[in-house]
């Protein structure tokens, strides 16, 4: 059974720092682009980060570059997100997505998702 959880969301002041995990059952991470993708309330959803199947290409939202870093491991078949000084704005539910053999993860092609981990960042 395919299955994908994610882990590791919560309530940290803004400047703080989360890192979520991405885990990943029943196929081959390795082959597969994984991205991270978020859901603020009200807005629709958008990618945040993705990390290709190959070479381990990354690219990130403009919202989150230099603060947000993707990472596999595909021995652990686990992709990460670590999210550094945290805004109010980056509040939401961060699911992560896996398309086979992408590198950019568009949204509408990804084949599978998990069911997300919610992240709100308040004092």
């Known amino acids: 059974q395919v299955q994908l959880v994610e882990s590791g969301g919560g309530l940290v002041q803004p400047g703080g720092s989360l890192t979520l995990s991405c885990a990943a059952s029943?196929?081959?991470?390795?082959?597969?682009?994984i991205g991270w993708f978020r859901q603020a309330p009200g807005k629709e959803r958008e990618r945040v980060s993705c990390i290709s199947s190959n070479y381990g290409r990354t690219n990130y939202a403009d919202s989150v570059k230099g603060r947000f870093t993707i990472s596999r491991d595909n021995a652990k078949s686990t992709v990460y997100l670590r999210m550094n000084s945290l805004k109010p704005e980056d509040t939401g539910v961060y699911y992560c997505?896996?398309?086979?053999?992408?590198?950019?993860?568009?949204?509408?092609?990804?084949?599978?998702w998990g069911k997300g981990t919610l992240v709100t960042v308040s004092s």
């Open positions: 997505a896996a398309d086979w053999g992408g590198s950019s993860c568009p949204e509408r092609v990804m084949d599978y």
């Open positions: 029943g196929f081959r991470l390795a082959s597969y682009a």
